[in-house]
């Protein structure tokens, strides 16, 4: 039987670039954690108020959601998880995501797709339909805050059917890279970020692996369980 209910692990679907690559290195540096390893970054960032300003990405690690955090229902293991995205991703081809740039969403900044990429959304409702079997319901506690947020009429049917708002129609690709900045302080924070990211942005990125991270307890950063790779055999690739 799956003790994870009891121990808190939360397990998530996202979508992170390899390891070693250019941008995942310069993330790390940004947020001051790297999500394949436990191991702490130094962060390249000057100021005092850096840690604070990637405080909630820091958290999460450098990624963009397919599938929010979740609990496993008590009649899963994570070996049960694991088998359901080898063969997902036995039957989805990598999806074109191109060059990034960054945004403003709300009051956080992010890495968006430069040019619409309606592959991503259909892969990611796909991920969140056929994966959702497996999400036990959400504790009443990460509901209300939740609900502490402005949701319209479609952001909130899909946190109660889905467990997140985001999701289906509402999905955008995203990579966070800061928590909320106030309005007088976002012209500096976007010059620091392009500065950083600006040169590696170009690239014409694929999302051609899905990432399995998990969440140890409440109070622990999110980690690269395992990576599997879309449209290869069906294997899972090792963080």
């Known amino acids: 039987m799956n003790s994870d209910l009891s121990s808190g692990i939360r397990y998530a679907i996202y979508y992170t670039p390899p390891e070693n690559h250019a941008l995942t290195r310069a993330a790390a540096a940004w947020l001051g954690r790297n999500a394949f390893s436990e191991a ?3 962060q390249t960032t000057v100021g005092t108020s850096d840690f604070a300003l990637t405080a909630e990405p820091r958290r999460y690690g450098f990624h963009a959601t397919i599938k929010a955090p979740f609990r496993l229902k008590a009649a899963y ?4 998880l694991d088998q359901a995205i080898e063969r997902l991703v036995c039957t989805s081809a990598p999806c074109p995501i191109g060059p990034l740039r960054i945004s403003t969403l709300g009051d956080f900044f992010a890495l968006v797709p430069s040019s619409p990429t309606p592959a991503l959304g259909e892969l990611a409702a796909r991920v969140v339909v056929e994966m959702d079997r497996f999400r036990a319901p959400m504790e009443e ?3 209300q805050r939740r609900l502490r947020t402005s949701l319209d009429e479609v952001e909130a049917a899909n946190m109660a059917q ?3 708002p985001y999701v289906l129609e509402r999905f955008r690709f995203h990579m966070t890279l800061t928590g909320p900045v106030r309005p007088e302080f976002q012209e ?5 970020l392009t500065d950083t990211f600006a040169p590696l942005l170009d690239e014409d990125f694929r999302l051609d692996a899905l990432s399995l991270f998990s969440q140890e307890s409440p109070k622990a950063d999110f980690v690269v369980r395992s990576r599997f790779l879309l449209q290869a055999k069906a294997r899972k690739v090792m963080a």
């Open 77 to 80: 293991e994570v070996t049960d």
């Open 141 to 143: 506690e990460e509901r």
């Open 188 to 192: 500096a924070v976007w010059k620091r």
């Open 162 to 164: 889905w467990g997140y």
């Open 40 to 42: 702490s970054v130094a």
